[in-house]
């Protein structure tokens, strides 16, 4: 087993903590033009707080608030008895303080904070002003402020993680859904197609001997049966590989320009925002309910429109057909279609007024900086 290096800091903070260090040579000058017991206290009280600030990044629940206190302590202490640029330590705690998750825990410890850094200034006020010597001021401010922005930030950060494994989870649930549809897939074509050729290859070698002319013919039907298979296993194949909206709105064109339906498409969505997996499961579903129309709704006119609104994307397929009656159970595959969109949290509605009109709906979410499909 290999042993494990001992580092100071943990490593995925990289460099950033050891930079933080220059400002230790604040204190230290200060602490070095004293002499005698001060000096000697000073120094310990450094080194204390150099061993609370590598105990901070260890973020223990049950010690932090603890190591956060003990520097506070000592702040406030080289503030009032050595000099009150020591104030400016504050942006060491500032920065851990931004690391509570709850307001509950984060509350007690800033009020300290703010208490530890102001009642120096405080004291040392009539000085100050007659110095001129606003500038604590607004870095006080600052200090007092950094910590919203450090938690903001660390809450973002989280976000994105369990951001990133939500889809990992929906990633494996496609593949799972995608994986039951193949074996369905699988038993209820390619199944019975290859059930039926063992049957007639079983005909087949009755016949031989006693109807050659017949057994021929059967020959022939085994070998059209099985390019059958042939395409048919192609076709799944096909459907396995993950597609672009882009590109099954060209097919989509040419499958119902095939079929004399006009084609009519709106919208100027860049696809590229949308993550593979809502894109892939949309593309299904525009080729589902495509198939569809070709195949039922006897329309002259589809149209298609992609459109980004507030918080989410809309798919709509539209026709001029038949529709169908409403107690008619969702088959034709849109069953299959709802499943599909919920693994994405989205949702399928069905309007069948005049013709049929499907709409496809997914959330939008924040990612990377980017504006994407979750």
């Known amino acids: 087993m290999?042993?494990?290096?001992?580092?100071?800091?943990?490593?995925?903070?990289?460099?950033?903590?050891?930079?933080?260090?220059?400002?230790?040579?604040?204190?230290?000058?200060?602490?070095?033009?004293?002499?005698?017991?001060?000096?000697?206290?000073?120094?310990?009280?450094?080194?204390?707080?150099?061993?609370?600030?590598?105990?901070?990044?260890?973020?223990?629940?049950?010690?932090?608030t603890y190591w956060l206190i003990v520097q506070l302590g000592i702040i406030f202490i080289f503030t009032i008895n050595y000099d009150l640029n020591n104030v400016f330590l504050g942006f060491f705690t500032s920065y851990f303080l931004g690391w509570y998750r709850y307001n509950k825990s984060f509350l007690p410890p800033y009020i300290l904070f703010a208490l530890s850094l102001s009642l120096p200034i405080i004291f040392k006020y009539e000085g100050l002003i007659n110095s001129g010597s606003y500038y604590y001021l607004i870095y006080l401010i600052v200090m007092l402020i950094v910590p919203f922005g450090i938690k903001s930030m660390n809450s973002r950060i989280e976000l994105e993680k369990e951001l990133t494994e939500a889809n990992e989870k929906?990633?494996?649930?496609?593949?799972?859904?995608?994986?039951?549809?193949?074996?369905?897939?699988?038993?209820?074509?390619?199944?019975?197609?290859?059930?039926?050729?063992?049957?007639?290859?079983?005909?087949?070698?009755?016949?031989?001997?006693?109807?050659?002319?017949?057994?021929?013919?059967?020959?022939?039907?085994?070998?059209?049966?099985?390019?059958?298979?042939?395409?048919?296993?192609?076709?799944?194949?096909?459907?396995?590989?993950?597609?672009?909206?882009?590109?099954?709105?060209?097919?989509?064109?040419?499958?119902?320009?095939?079929?004399?339906?006009?084609?009519?498409?709106?919208?100027?969505?860049?696809?590229?925002?949308?993550?593979?997996?809502?894109?892939?499961?949309?593309?299904?579903?525009?080729?589902?309910?495509?198939?569809n129309v070709v195949k039922h709704s006897e329309a002259k006119n589809c149209y298609v429109m992609l459109e980004q609104i507030v918080g989410k994307i809309q798919l709509i397929i539209e026709d001029d057909g038949i529709g169908f009656p409403e107690n008619k159970d969702n088959g034709n595959g849109l069953h299959g279609i709802s499943e599909r969109l919920q693994l994405v949290d989205g949702k399928l509605e069905i309007r069948a007024e005049k013709g049929t009109k499907l709409v496809f709906t997914v959330p939008l979410v924040i990612k990377d900086g980017e504006v994407g499909v979750s």
């Open 2 to 64: 290999r042993k494990r290096s001992f580092r100071i800091f943990p490593e995925i903070y990289g460099y950033f903590p050891y930079v933080f260090l220059i400002y230790l040579f604040l204190p230290a000058y200060f602490i070095a033009v004293e002499s005698g017991l001060k000096m000697f206290i000073g120094w310990g009280l450094l080194l204390l707080f150099l061993v609370s600030y590598r105990q901070l990044y260890a973020f223990e629940s049950k010690t932090f």
């Open 170 to 291: 929906i990633e494996e649930l496609v593949k799972r859904d995608e994986r039951m549809r193949i074996a369905r897939d699988l038993h209820d074509t390619l199944g019975h197609t290859l059930s039926l050729i063992t049957l007639k290859s079983q005909l087949v070698s009755k016949l031989v001997k006693k109807d050659a002319e017949r057994a021929g013919l059967e020959a022939k039907e085994i070998e059209r049966t099985s390019r059958i298979a042939l395409t048919q296993v192609r076709e799944l194949v096909s459907d396995m590989r993950s597609v672009s909206i882009t590109e099954v709105l060209v097919e989509s064109e040419s499958i119902l320009e095939s079929a004399g339906i006009s084609y009519h498409f709106d919208g100027e969505i860049n696809t590229k925002n949308i993550s593979a997996i809502p894109q892939n499961i949309l593309s299904m579903c525009l080729k589902e309910a495509v198939t």
